[in-house]
């Protein structure tokens, strides 16, 4: 699964259900006009096509549902703050979207870092926290071998395998060319196996 | 970045031929000197692919929308504050320029005080000689009416100015219904009480500082929309301690900064506005409003909408005091004009 091309409108990427009847099937550069407007209804239309995808990114990258819907909403208000900013070059909005999604996570992975030190226990405590509530999961090991990459690597591995994007697409959202990111893919891929080896290994 | 042809071409190339569902043995046959290599990467990558898809999301995620529509109209709200003259500088700014006014003021005042204090002296160890000495009266007074910053225009339109603080409740009880706001009203949807379904008092007018329960004492069950235009309004001493919903419909006699009078049926009333009111329209002398909000004392009414019918057109005052839709055609709120008064977010 790629981008939506630009007229490829009104999968139901998330609520609300309703539109205007006008920019319900607006391709993204009327969408993006209308939202740098702030048109409340191109921001509902913007959010029922992408906020599902966003949450999925997100909720690749922190590994928690309440947690990941709160940030994929944080995405689309950190959109909404810079808008205006924003200029609409063909690049789908989407791609965009991933580009604040991945911003917020990093924000969000720090921020929950930082509070872990200042209570004593660390990062790696939060990981071991979070795994004990997933023991029950089978890939658990997989999720958090993830979220041990780089930054970058996770954003790779995610886009390219769980929201199945082409390399040409991840180096859209990624603003880097497709031979960097076919590069970080073959990291990342390095370090899940060594990570997983290490891990399976150690238990 | 790798150079073609490179390792990290043909792990891509095999990994698009696993997906389109080559077998491992023959993707591995195809790159025979890079076997070893490819070999535990493209099952890491089956691994990968194999991990569930993340839980559905449901209608938290749905509710979280009512975030983002906050931030909406907060932004709309600021950019229309940001059309007022001073509205585009900073606070520091503004206090800069109105130091810069009360240092000189000031200075000028402590000189006068001065002398006066230096006349009083002298009148005083002088008083057996010189009786009736004179007093010097001094006055400051202020700049502007109401407290109003240079450059503030009375006829202020901002529309959606909700902030994040108002939220749902706001919009459940000020926009469900409102015709041709479809998102608004898929939004109210989403976020709507069971109380805001049956019209009970259990419905949240939205209004800072006053709970649903206190709305309902003081105004019976009714709410906003269910008071119509001219009915009776409390008295100054029969106004309970709360702000009560309300609505009146008149005629605008006077401007003065964010606040404006209107002429109703039962008298003048003094009309404050901020910027959570949604204006629709210009608020000039001689127009005619129908501002809904909440009554405090002394015939005060704090707006939380106004609709606007300018100098000659026909009042159309909203159906049962209730807020009227959008414009059709266009989102609320996008016809604004300089000078609104916004909060910053």
């Known amino acids: 699964m790629g981008f939506e091309t630009d007229n490829q409108a009104g999968q139901d990427a998330g609520p609300p259900p309703h539109g205007r009847a006008g920019l319900t099937g607006a391709g993204d550069a009327d969408l993006v006009e209308a939202a740098r407007g702030l048109d409340e209804t191109a921001w509902a239309e913007i959010y029922r096509r992408h906020a599902r995808q966003v949450y999925a990114y997100v909720y690749y990258r922190v590994g928690d549902q309440h947690t990941a819907e709160d940030l994929a909403a944080d995405v689309f208000v950190k959109a909404l703050a810079s808008i205006r900013g924003y200029a609409y070059r063909g690049t789908p909005l989407l791609a965009w979207l991933y580009r604040i999604a991945h911003n917020v996570t990093v924000d969000y992975r720090r921020t929950a870092a930082k509070r872990a030190q200042h209570h004593g226990g660390g990062p790696v405590e939060i990981e071991d926290r979070r795994d004990a509530l997933q023991a029950l999961d089978d890939h658990s090991d997989m999720m958090r071998a993830i979220r041990c990459l780089t930054e970058d690597q996770q954003q790779v591995v995610i886009l390219r395998f769980y929201q199945q994007m082409s390399n040409a697409d991840v180096a859209k959202v990624m603003g880097k060319p497709e031979g960097a990111v076919k590069a970080l893919q073959t990291r990342a891929l390095r370090s899940l196996r060594r990570l997983l080896v290490e891990r399976r290994g150690a238990a | ?345």
Not at chain 2, 41 to 59: D, M, W
Not at chain 2, 273 to 297: F, K, P, Q, S
Not at chain 2, 301 to 314: F, K, N, Q, S
């Open chain 2, 1 to 345: 970045m790798s150079p073609p042809g490179s390792f990290d071409d043909v792990l891509d190339a095999a990994i698009d031929a696993l997906r389109r569902g080559e077998p491992v043995s023959s993707i591995l046959a195809a790159h025979p000197k890079e076997a070893d290599a490819l070999r535990p990467l493209l099952q890491a990558v089956a691994e990968i692919e194999s991990v569930p898809p993340p839980p559905e999301a449901g209608e938290r995620l749905a509710a979280k929308f009512s975030t983002v529509r906050a931030s909406v109209r907060n932004a709309r709200a600021s950019r229309a504050g940001g059309q007022r003259g001073d509205g585009r500088r900073a606070w520091w700014q503004r206090r800069l320029s109105f130091a810069s006014l009360s240092v000189p003021a000031g200075a000028a005042a402590a000189v006068l005080l001065a002398g006066a204090a230096a006349a009083a002296a002298g009148a005083i160890s002088q008083a057996p000689d010189l009786p009736g000495s004179i007093v010097h009266v001094v006055t400051f007074g202020h700049a502007g009416e109401g407290g109003e910053s240079p450059g503030s225009s009375a006829t202020t339109t901002t529309a959606g100015g909700g902030t994040p603080a108002h939220g749902a409740a706001t919009d459940v009880a000020t926009r469900t219904g409102a015709p041709g706001d479809e998102a608004s009203a898929s939004v109210a949807a989403l976020n709507r009480t069971p109380g805001t379904e049956t019209g009970t008092p259990a419905v949240d007018t939205g209004t800072p500082g006053v709970t649903p329960a206190a709305t309902a004492t003081s105004s019976g069950g009714l709410q906003t929309a269910t008071i119509a235009a001219g009915d009776p309004v409390p008295t100054a001493s029969a106004t309970p301690p709360g702000p009560v919903p309300g609505s009146r419909t008149g005629l605008i006699s006077g401007v003065h900064g964010n606040t404006f009078t209107l002429t109703s049926s039962d008298g003048d009333w003094k009309v404050n506005i901020d910027a959570n009111t949604v204006v629709n329209g210009t608020i000039v002398e001689g127009a005619t409003a129908t501002v809904t909000g909440d009554i405090t004392a002394g015939k005060n009414l704090h707006a939380t909408r106004v609709d606007v019918t300018p100098p000659g057109a026909t009042a159309t005052p909203a159906p049962g005091g209730s807020a009227p839709g959008p414009p059709p055609g266009g989102p609320p709120g996008l016809t604004r004009t300089p000078g609104s008064r916004g909060r910053r977010p």
